[in-house]
């Protein structure tokens, strides 16, 4: 298969060597970010919030959860990562324990803030998804928090 007339293997090899890194047309190296979104229903409360406040009562969102994952592209696949992995990494990791759920029930998330979410996500799956930079939850699309470790 011939390589694209604007990018070339780092080797600078042509067709039929192994490319080891995606280089752009002026060579230069670069990192890539990938991202991968879910949608999660799911119901909660914020106890520590006073009484009177909407949000302490039992309440539900539908929430978006970004992956967002950098990296080279060096591998003979030439990408970050396989999002059939990413996939499985989050349904097993978060999306099994969160869609359609309590969040308050769920460990790690008795006061499940969009802030507490986000970071309680991005630690479940570090460990799975090497590459792992930043996970942004949203509430209904206008509200959203990202969580960047640091």
Request: hydrophobic share 35%; proline share 5%; with cysteine.
């Amino acid at each position: 298969m011939a390589q694209s007339a604007h990018y070339k293997s780092a080797t600078g090899a042509g067709e039929g060597a192994r490319a080891t890194a995606l280089l752009s047309p002026r060579g230069c190296r670069g990192v890539f970010r990938i991202e991968r979104d879910y949608t999660v229903e799911a119901a909660r409360r914020l106890p520590r919030l006073p009484a009177e406040h909407p949000c302490h009562r039992l309440h539900g969102h539908c929430f978006t959860v970004t992956l967002a994952i950098e990296g080279d592209a060096d591998n003979e696949k030439q990408w970050v990562a396989d999002y059939y992995d990413v996939d499985a990494a989050y349904e097993v990791g978060v999306g099994s324990l969160i869609d359609h759920n309590y969040l308050n029930d769920v460990a790690g998330l008795e006061n499940p803030t969009t802030e507490v979410l986000a970071r309680w996500v991005f630690e479940r799956l570090e460990p799975a998804l090497p590459g792992l930079v930043e996970v942004i939850v949203a509430e209904e699309g206008d509200t959203r928090c990202a969580y960047r470790p640091g």
